[in-house]
């Protein structure tokens, strides 16, 4: 191992661990994975059942019918929309795709955990690089890295905190390799939208979700927009297959009918983040910082672990993380639906008090 790139799979088996999310005992409101609190959209539980395709055939290669419903959503052509499991296997493939190994990737620091982790499982290099004390990404910094690969999460998983699009735009206006814009919780924020200026740009790659807004986190599907050359090397180096039969047709049914339906539950869920915020903000040795997503991320003056053991004990689980630049100790609070939130504000009270 050396500038922390990994130079073979002993070294990564010995440095990586599995990444693991226990499912815990006695824990009746799960608040870990910026979930869709309400569900799934309707149209998609029907697609669900009513499905009688054939699962002897494979699907399409490409999900050519999910790909062009998405394309059509979005306003691009399809061949600017490539699909994977979940965005994490798109992610993953842009290291192969637009990096070599030895390259490295600068990003925010703290960030989507995953960034770092297929960073290094490809050969690349992280640079974590502080947020700013806003909490937007340092755009002068992750350019002055030349880092080939620059991505950044807006809103960020797990602070909730955006980059201005105008900062953004900058960044790739001035960056030399491929910068990559996940946007997994733009929807439950109001200027987060560069998938245009991603299929029209040659060094922006913009990722999206099915797993949040969308409700639809257990048939593992993400997207991603670009450029027509890049969407190539990213298909190329995803992979066939990637996306079952079920899953695609599900998903294409819910974008058809369900669009209204994931707007209006994301308004719900900022309804309910704006409720938990000033709850926790009343709490003492509490900071809140105000977010952008479907969850809240709130700093504590004690063991990150210890706070969430306590709301644990209450059946709600919630994200801790420990010692984080910038923040300290904190916790990820996902949005509940209306009628979970009377319990978690009691519990806020209780483990605050
Ligand atoms: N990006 C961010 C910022 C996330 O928080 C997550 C999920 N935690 C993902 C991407 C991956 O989502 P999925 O693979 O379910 O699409």
């Known amino acids: 191992v050396e500038d922390g790139v990994v130079s073979n799979s002993i070294a990564r088996d010995a440095m990586i661990d599995p990444y693991s999310s226990p499912s815990l005992p006695g824990v009746e409101l799960d608040l870990r994975d910026n979930t869709n609190a309400w569900g799934s959209p309707p149209s998609a539980l029907q697609a669900l059942a009513a499905t009688n395709g054939s699962l002897a055939a494979y699907p399409g290669v490409n999900a050519e019918p999910l790909v062009a419903a998405i394309a059509a959503h979005v306003g691009v052509a399809p061949s600017a929309v490539v699909v994977g499991c979940g965005s994490d296997d798109l992610i993953d493939a842009a290291f192969r795709a637009y990096a070599q190994p030895g390259d490295r990737i600068a990003h925010p620091d703290p960030t989507f955990s995953m960034v770092p982790r297929f960073a290094r499982l490809n050969g690349v290099a992280p640079i974590a690089v502080p947020l700013r004390t806003d909490g937007s990404a340092d755009i002068d910094a992750l350019l002055a890295s030349r880092a080939r690969l620059v991505y950044v999460a807006s809103p960020n998983n797990p602070t909730g905190t955006c980059t201005s699009p105008a900062a953004l735009t900058h960044l790739v206006d001035r960056h030399d390799g491929v910068v990559l814009v996940d946007e997994a919780y733009a929807e439950f924020s109001e ?91 009343a709490r003492k040795r509490v900071r809140v910082i105000p977010s952008q997503g479907n969850f809240v991320f709130a700093a504590v003056e004690e063991p990150a672990m210890a706070v969430a053991a306590r709301f644990q004990s209450r059946g709600i689980a919630v994200r801790a993380f420990d010692s984080l630049t910038g923040y300290g100790d904190a916790i990820r609070f996902g949005v509940v639906a209306e009628n979970a939130l009377a319990q978690l504000l009691q519990a806020i009270e209780e483990v605050f008090a």
């Open 191 to 281: 200027l987060q939208d560069l998938r245009a200026l991603a299929a029209a740009t040659e060094n922006l790659v913009v990722f999206r979700t099915f797993s949040k807004a969308w409700g639809l986190a257990g048939l593992r599907v993400g997207y991603a927009i670009a450029s027509e050359p890049l969407a190539r090397a990213l298909t190329v180096a995803r992979g066939p297959y990637r996306v079952t039969t079920v899953a695609q047709e599900v998903v294409r049914v819910a974008l058809e009918h369900d669009a209204a339906w994931v707007a209006s539950r994301a308004r719900d869920a900022v309804a309910v983040r704006t409720r938990l915020e000033r709850a926790l903000a």
